[in-house]
T-cell receptor
Framework: GIQVEQSPPDLILQEGANSTLRCNFSDSVNNLQWFHQNPWGQLINLFY???GTKQNGRLSATTVATERYSLLYISSSQTTDSGVYFC???????????FGTGTRLQVFP | DVKVTQSSRYLVKRTGEKVFLECVQDMDHENMFWYRQDPGLGLRLIYF???????EKGDIPEGYSVSREKKERFSLILESASTNQTSMYLCASSLLASGRGTTQYFGPGTRLTVL
């Protein structure tokens, strides 16, 4: 099945800094999502982005489907951005959403 | 907004007990899912359902069963809880099957501890 890899595994930032999180996937996808898991465990949808670019406030995401990667950009980070960011994908020959192992982000004031 | 709720945020059970985890979604979604999340292993799919009374095994169904009697409700059952089932359990729902390109929405999770 499809493999989803995320980097870096851990990221420590000071408030106000920018960051880029990467997600590589091993097969063509028709579904790719980015999630933020907050410290209480809730998984929050950030983007549904199998291709192209989307922006939502300080966050934006780009998926280059032909090169099998997606990037999540966080600008002007805030302490509330802390948590784990997951990328998840579905390849064309399956219905299962496969998650990466996540990037743990810590933002300090 | 889509709302997915789970019956408990925290649950403590004893080995051998029968455990029910309930999940309800309010958006008339066709599909519902149960995952467990463990440190270092990420999220793993236990069971999913594409329709009422329909269920499909995920990647780790052993020790679990599910029930979907109504469209909005999907229950995960641990027939005889064991300590290795201590985990965070997450329910999700989506309008269409994941392979048809649709967003999954997650509930707040249930942290289950089996003593």
């Amino acid at each position: 099945g499809i493999q989803v890899e995320q980097s870096p595994p851990d990221l420590i930032l000071q408030e106000g800094a920018n960051s880029t999180l990467r997600c590589n996937f091993s097969d063509s996808v028709n579904n790719l999502q980015w999630f933020h898991q907050n410290p209480w465990g809730q998984l929050i949808n950030l983007f549904y982005i199998p291709s192209g670019t989307k922006q939502n406030g300080r966050l934006s995401a780009t998926t280059v489907a032909t090169e099998r990667y997606s990037l999540l950009y966080i600008s002007s980070s805030q302490t509330t951005d802390s948590g784990v960011y997951f990328c998840a994908a579905v390849s064309y020959n399956t219905d299962k959403l496969i998650f990466g192992t996540g990037t743990r982000l810590q933002v300090f004031p | 907004d889509v709302k997915v709720t789970q019956s408990s945020r925290y649950l403590v059970k004893r080995t051998g007990e029968k455990v029910f985890l309930e999940c309800v979604q309010d958006m008339d979604h066709e599909n519902m899912f149960w995952y467990r999340q463990d440190p270092g292993l990420g999220l793993r799919l236990i069971y999913f359902s594409y329709d009422v009374k329909m269920k499909e095994k995920g990647d780790i169904p052993e020790g679990y069963s599910v029930s979907r009697e109504k469209k909005e409700r999907f229950s995960l059952i641990l027939e005889s809880a064991s300590t290795n089932q201590t985990s965070m359990y997450l329910c999700a729902s989506s309008l269409l099957a994941s392979g048809r390109g649709t967003t999954q929405y997650f509930g707040p999770g249930t942290r289950l501890t089996v003593l």
